[in-house]
């Protein structure tokens, strides 16, 4: 254990770098960063279990930052570990330098996640967890078992509404590894906490099923009998309530304290206030950006105990896999993030099913096939047909993680955070279900699993007007373009940001469910229908799907008229061209699962399936934006430009214009 003179000189080494990134920067947080220094620096000086030579080391303790804008805290932090240098840190907020303005997920430099909005962060932690129980029970792997996830949350995140799903979750399913530290400063940006919360935070915890242990955290002493205590908590997650002080140690310009003061937690301390509090803090003010000797020394000793404690996991890993040679071949796959070997052949689809039974069908082969696979649902399994999965396997409960299935209650948002937290923990695949109008609720995550480039599978069904007796409230029209957008938005490798497939009939979603499952590099997505949906003619080669748009089989050579759908739509383009027949026009029928997929095809393939100037017309159950970048401005698209109504779905079809017969009248009145 370290002397308190060393800790609080670490502690206020990591106030006196935070404070200076931000002045140096002209913009930033400083005082959140000051207050937490203390919990941050015994974590990282006396707790925190990695391999500082395998960064990446499968059973690592990870640490999950929830306040983004707290980086300053974090980057100073993993400076004193050697993940960052002086002058990374000089350069926060600037073009090009790897010190952005909120951290973005680099397991190599010590950063787990990227924090996103308020709240999200902490959620992920909470799907590490998950993800390290079903590890641990899935593999026997002791590693697993000892591995501690960490999270940081601040005000803002204890409010933001993500927090009471991931409470009752991690309450729930007793994640023992979990431990959260709650900076509980009492400001925030514009006001300070009580001016818009009175909520006992420990007793709401507390009827999560959580431990929760209230210290001054600014305390070393405190905060490591807190840091004791959670470790030794085998059935709960521990909530460490730290009341911390703003902007610690700052002083105004007239050499008053600038503690506990909103000022202090967006914007930088600024002329004689930043230097005097420099000169508290013992440091510098014209050469602010240093590693003290008895900090560095302190370090240097925790890299060599690490030494000894990673080694002897290592060990214990060692003989595990000895005894179980095929179990860590197969982890070393889980972990290499390679798409899984799947046998498709061995998925069975009935004819004129919906997509989303088709999907269920997939499911069940997943679940026998891909044992390091999760799949998660809304409380809405048996009607989004994850059920298919679920058939194969059972749902975590606590103390049980050997199941597949994670049940995550009505929490949309909750879900598909810890789906993405499960998937940075890292050998896990995770898919999460739910009905296509509720996305609205995921948006967030979306973006999130984007952004980090995470390959979770977002499985969404009753994906039109066509949910029908459930009005317009349940019915999703402008969802898809929305989706559709992650498409075309490019991620910072150039890829597109996500995949979003549509499949138009039960042999395409087995197609498309294959595409999602070698996508290793994006989130995917598969919105799927409620109804069942025709067949496409007879002899369509289902497999160029994979080129994102492809000609139909039963298209005519040298077509008058090309027309073009995703989902269920191109079923209804199959009726129509049949009656279009009958007056001697030929067609051409493309089924476009995904846009941004075909955008990604040669030039020349693209010209093959719907050539420039050609006659194009397009229908589509959202918004005609939809269809827009492969119509053309010189074609026509039906589509829904309105919110749906209550009826049954063939009422609606006949009502809204989306039936065989409307498609011949509007193509014979183009051409």
Request: aromatic share 10%.
């Given at each position: 254990m370290n002397s308190k003179q060393v800790m609080?000189?670490?502690?206020?080494?990591?106030?006196?770098?935070?404070?200076?990134?931000?002045?140096?920067?002209?913009?930033?947080?400083?005082?959140?960063?000051?207050?937490?220094?203390?919990?941050?620096?015994?974590?990282?000086?006396?707790?925190?279990?990695?391999?500082?030579?395998?960064?990446?080391?499968?059973?690592?303790?990870?640490?999950?930052?929830d306040p983004g804008h707290m980086a300053p805290m974090l980057y100073s932090q993993l400076a004193l570990i050697g993940k960052f240098s002086i002058d990374e840190l000089k350069q926060l907020r600037q073009w090009g330098s790897p010190t952005p303005g909120h951290p973005e997920v680099d397991v190599k430099r010590g950063i787990e996640n990227t924090s996103g909005p308020l709240g999200q962060?902490?959620?992920?932690?909470?799907?590490?967890?998950?993800?390290?129980?079903?590890?641990?029970?899935?593999?026997?792997?002791?590693?697993?078992?000892?591995?501690?996830?960490?999270?940081?949350?601040?005000?803002?995140?204890?409010?933001?509404?993500?927090?009471?799903?991931?409470?009752?979750?991690?309450?729930?399913?007793?994640?023992?590894?979990?431990?959260?530290?709650?900076?509980?400063?009492?400001?925030?940006?514009?006001?300070?906490?009580?001016?818009?919360?009175?909520?006992?935070?420990?007793?709401?915890?507390?009827?999560?099923?959580?431990?929760?242990?209230?210290?001054?955290?600014?305390?070393?002493?405190?905060?490591?009998?807190a840091l004791d205590a959670a470790k030794a908590e085998s059935k709960r997650p521990t909530l460490i309530i730290g009341k911390c002080i703003m902007g610690k140690g700052a002083r105004k310009d007239d050499n008053s304290s600038y503690e506990h003061n909103c000022k202090t937690h967006g914007a930088p301390l600024g002329g004689d206030a930043y230097k005097n509090t420099m000169i508290n803090l013992g440091a510098d003010p014209e050469n602010p950006f240093v590693i003290f000797d008895d900090v560095k020394e302190m370090y240097a000793k925790r890299a060599e105990e690490l030494k000894a404690i990673v080694a002897a996991r290592h060990e214990e890993e060692n003989a595990w896999a000895t005894a179980n040679p095929e179990k860590a071949a197969q982890l070393k796959e889980w972990f290499s993030g390679a798409a899984p070997k799947i046998d498709w052949t061995s998925v069975q689809q009935k004819a004129n099913d919906a997509t989303r039974n088709a999907s269920a069908a997939v499911l069940g082969v997943l679940a026998e096939q891909v044992p390091n696979m999760i799949c998660a649902s809304a409380d809405l399994s048996n009607s989004d047909k994850t059920d298919g999965f679920l058939k194969k396997t059972h749902a975590f409960v606590n103390g049980d993680f050997s199941g597949a299935f994670f049940q995550a209650g009505v929490a949309e948002l909750t879900m598909a955070c810890c789906c993405i937290g499960m998937t940075l923990h890292g050998g896990v695949i995770a898919a999460c279900g739910t009905f296509f109008v509720f996305s609205d609720y995921m948006?967030?995550?979306?973006?999130?699993?984007?952004?980090?480039?995470?390959?979770?599978?977002?499985?969404?069904?009753?994906?039109?007007?066509?949910?029908?007796?459930?009005?317009?409230?349940?019915?999703?029209?402008?969802?898809?373009?929305?989706i559709r957008l992650m498409e075309k938005l490019k991620n910072h490798h150039g890829k597109n940001s996500m995949l979003v497939l549509r499949p138009a009939d039960a042999e395409e979603t087995t197609v498309c469910w294959k595409l999602a499952m070698e996508n290793v590099d994006t989130p995917s997505a598969l919105i799927l229908s409620r109804q069942n949906i025709t067949m496409l003619p007879a002899g369509t080669d289902y497999s160029q799907a994979a080129k994102g748009a492809y000609i139909v089989a039963g298209s005519d050579e040298n077509p008058d008229v090309i027309l073009v759908a995703s989902g269920s739509e191109v079923s209804t383009l199959a009726a129509g061209a049949e009656l279009l027949h009958k007056d001697g026009i030929k067609t051409r029928i493309v089924s476009v699962p995904s846009e941004g997929l075909f955008r990604s095809q040669s030039k020349e393939y693209q010209e093959s399936i719907i050539p420039a100037g050609a006659k194009v017309f397009g229908l589509t159950a959202g918004l005609p934006v939809n269809l827009q970048g492969l119509v053309g401005a010189n074609g026509k698209i039906w589509g829904l430009e309105s919110f749906g109504f209550s009826a049954p779905y063939k009422v609606l079809d006949e009502k809204l214009g989306f039936t065989a017969e409307n498609v011949y009248n509007q193509v014979k009145a183009m051409l």
């Open positions: 609080d000189h670490a502690a206020d080494n990591i106030r006196i770098l935070a404070a200076s990134m931000v002045e140096k920067a002209k913009s930033g947080h400083p005082g959140g960063a000051m207050g937490g220094a203390d919990f941050i620096n015994v974590l990282y000086a006396e707790y925190l279990q990695y391999d500082p030579q395998n960064p990446t080391w499968e059973g690592r303790d990870r640490f999950f930052l962060g902490h959620i992920f932690a909470v799907g590490a967890a998950i993800a390290a129980k079903f590890l641990a029970a899935r593999t026997g792997n002791p590693t697993f078992a000892k591995e501690t996830i960490y999270a940081y949350i601040s005000d803002g995140g204890i409010q933001e509404e993500i927090s009471q799903g991931g409470g009752r979750i991690a309450g729930c399913l007793g994640l023992d590894n979990l431990v959260m530290f709650y900076d509980s400063n009492d400001i925030q940006l514009s006001t300070e906490t009580n001016a818009v919360t009175t909520e006992d935070t420990a007793m709401k915890y507390r009827s999560w099923g959580w431990n929760v242990i209230e210290i001054n955290g600014n305390d070393c002493q405190q905060i490591r009998e948006k967030p995550a979306i973006r999130m699993a984007a952004l980090m480039q995470l390959p979770v599978k977002f499985i969404w069904t009753h994906d039109a007007f066509r949910v029908g007796e459930d009005g317009p409230t349940h019915e999703p029209v402008e969802q898809e373009a929305q």
